[in-house]
T-cell receptor, first 113, second 114 residues
Framework: DTAVSQTPKYLVTQMGNDKSIKCEQNLGHDTMYWYKQDSKKFLKIMFSYNNKELIINETVPNRFSPKSPDKAHLNLHINSLELGDSAVYFC????????????FGPGTRLTVT | AQSVTQLDSHVSVSEGTPVLLRCNYSSSYSPSLFWYVQHPNKGLQLLLKYTSAATLVKGINGFEAEFKKSETSFHLTKPSAHMSDAAEYFCVVSGAQAGTALIFGKGTTLSVSS
């Protein structure tokens, strides 16, 4: 069973479109995260939710909107996609929001043309 | 504020020789430290973690790391490299405060030649 899953794995779209990435974890964790990995493989936190409540909201354009319908799901919606949004997006989860190791999904490679 | 510096962007070793990936950290609190590995086109996998227990931490696949507070270091080692160890390795620090995000180093690419 996959612990943290993301869909889709690949996403190719044109500038200006709106797209969503879905994430689900079956680990029973309380906290979920979205990270962005750029072309140089640098990973940066975007958002974090704990028990469906937003706890980390880094400096991210407001075109990016996370949604957590329940503790096991954290989706990422992106409006008006731009070329610079092309990256790999990783979802992760952790047992708690205090010093816990995080478990990562396989990533979604977003390409904006 | 927390930060982490991986001292080498690329390390090349021969199969069967030791691996050393260097990491220094900065933290105003007692840190939790992690090493993650990312194989090509894959997600990140936790190798090991330090959370203020034993300073020598053993992880998966024969990797280990030693926490040295005096040197603010958390270097990753393995006695004998295997071809399957070729990957990107990230040193990660987490602050003690609740809700603090993980801070990732820029990564070290490990190449293993036969």
């Amino acid at each position: 069973d996959t612990a943290v899953s993301q869909t889709p794995k690949y996403l190719v779209t044109q500038m200006g479109n709106d797209k969503s990435i879905k994430c689900e974890q079956n680990l029973g964790h309380d906290t979920m995260y979205w990270y962005k990995q750029d072309s140089k493989k640098f990973l940066k936190i975007m958002f974090s939710y704990n028990n469906k409540e937003l706890i980390i909201n880094e400096t991210v354009p407001n075109r990016f909107s996370p949604k957590s319908p329940d503790k096991a799901h954290l989706n990422l919606h992106i409006n008006s996609l731009e070329l610079g949004d092309s990256a790999v997006y990783f979802c992760a989860s952790s047992l708690t929001w205090v010093r816990s190791e995080q478990y990562f999904g396989p990533g979604t490679r977003l390409t904006v043309t | 504020a927390q930060s982490v510096t991986q001292l080498d962007s690329h390390v090349s070793v021969s199969e069967g020789t030791p691996v050393l990936l260097r990491c220094n950290y900065s933290s105003s609190y007692s840190p939790s430290l992690f090493w993650y590995v990312q194989h090509p086109n894959k997600g990140l996998q936790l190798l090991l973690k330090y959370t203020s227990a034993a300073t020598l931490v053993k992880g998966i696949n024969g990797f280990e790391a030693e926490f040295k507070k005096s040197e603010t270091s958390f270097h990753l080692t393995k006695p004998s490299a295997h071809m399957s160890d070729a990957a990107e390795y990230f040193c990660v620090v987490s602050g003690a405060q609740a809700g603090t995000a993980l801070i990732f180093g820029k990564g070290t690419t490990l190449s293993v030649s036969s």
